[in-house]
């Protein structure tokens, strides 16, 4: 099972502030890594997948990197309502999910 | 546009069974295929497993494997999550998704399930 480890375990940032959020992989999944944003009492909304591809209605402000085993997400000015928890997941063998990233208000 | 309607909160005790739905509407339901994913209170996210409501093709997390049971029903459009003895330790929110190549792009709104005696 690939293990997807995420950091920090929590971001304390004010509004207008930049996030980069991290997602290492316990071995490569070339670009099959997609972020996830997830607010509380609702589902998860789709970001990122492939890595760098922003889902369909997501902001610009959203964007990420990475390939092989390291990858980011940043979030280049926050916005109230992007505080909430981020989850990176693969698809490369099976599909896990990483522990996830709360990005809180400072 | 898919959309995912999944069945209501559920409230059972311990050795019960249950099998909650998720309904897709809007769009070709049958031919993507449609996950299932935990989160226990105040955890992340846990892939179940997957099935292709065209044919019946299911796959497991081994974590999940013998555990519950993934079917569909495609003249409905609903897939189904199942379980013949429930735990204490099932006690979660579960959710629907379609999954795209490597994503999940759409979700249910989820269904909790409380198992206590």
């Known amino acids: 099972e690939i293990v997807l480890t995420q950091s920090p375990a929590t971001l304390s940032l004010s509004p207008g502030e930049s996030a980069t959020l991290s997602c290492r992989a316990s071995q490569s999944v070339s670009n099959y890594l997609a972020w996830y944003q997830q607010k509380p009492g609702q589902a998860p909304r789709l970001l990122i997948y492939?890595?760098?591809n922003r889902a369909t209605g997501i902001p610009a402000r959203f964007s990420g990197s990475g390939s092989g085993t390291d990858f980011t997400l940043t979030i280049s000015s926050l916005e109230p309502e992007d505080f909430a928890v981020y989850y990176c997941?693969?698809?490369?063998?099976?599909?896990?999910f990483g522990g996830g990233t709360k990005v809180e208000i400072k | 546009e898919l959309q995912l309607v999944q069945s209501g909160a559920e409230v059972k005790k311990p050795g019960e069974s249950l099998k909650i739905s998720c309904k897709g509407s809007?769009?070709?339901?049958?031919?993507?295929?449609i996950a299932w994913v935990r989160q226990m209170p105040g955890k992340g996210l846990e892939w179940m497993g997957i099935i292709y409501p065209g044919d019946s093709d299911t796959r497991y997390s081994p974590s999940f494997q013998g555990q519950v049971t993934i079917s569909a029903d495609k003249s409905i459009n609903t897939a189904y999550l199942q379980w013949s003895s429930l735990k204490a330790s099932d006690t979660a929110m579960y959710y629907c998704?379609?999954?795209?190549?490597?994503?999940?792009?759409?979700w249910g709104q989820g269904t909790m399930v409380t198992v206590s005696s």
């Open positions: 998704a379609r999954q795209v190549a490597s994503a999940f792009d759409v």
């Open positions: 809007g769009d070709t339901f049958n031919t993507y295929w």
């Open positions: 492939d890595a760098s």
């Open positions: 997941q693969q698809r490369s063998n099976w599909v896990t």
